[in-house]
């Protein structure tokens, strides 16, 4: 059969079945505000470990053809970031990473009047 195309083995993509995403919705809708980012705690796998375990999940003898990267893919994904883990909150399965609602002051910007630049 046909080569099996991966783009670098060495690429790390988090995991998450159709049945995890609908929980996560589901989950989202019932204990989340408004703003709220919930990430799903998932394992992470290398391309090159997937592609193999596919082959022998389907008893397949295909090969694996390496590609190489494509334009702005990442290497390692990055679901949540530094910043967003300080005040994220832990829950069994999830991250609630809630929203900033610091008031950044945007009024001033818009109802203090017009600044004349030319004079």
């Not at 998450?16 to 990430?39: N, P, R, S």
């Not at 999940?57 to 295909?62: E, I």
């Not at 053809?65 to 702005?72: F, V, W």
């Not at 910043?83 to 002051?105: C, G, H, Q, S, V």
């Amino acid at each position: 059969g046909k080569s099996l195309t991966i783009t670098d083995a060495d690429m790390t993509r988090f995991m998450m079945t159709l049945d995890d995403a609908v929980d996560l919705v589901l989950y989202a809708f019932e204990h989340g505000k408004q703003g709220d980012i919930f990430v799903q705690k998932s394992p992470a796998s290398t391309i090159g470990d997937l592609a193999t375990a596919l082959l022998e999940l389907y008893k397949a003898d295909n090969k694996i053809k390496i590609i190489g990267t494509r334009h702005g893919e990442k290497l390692h994904e990055t679901l949540v970031n530094r910043e967003e883990m300080m005040k994220a909150e832990e829950l069994k399965n999830y991250f609630r990473i809630p929203a900033d609602t610091r008031d950044l002051n945007y009024d001033q910007y818009f109802s203090k009047g017009v600044k004349e630049f030319f004079a």
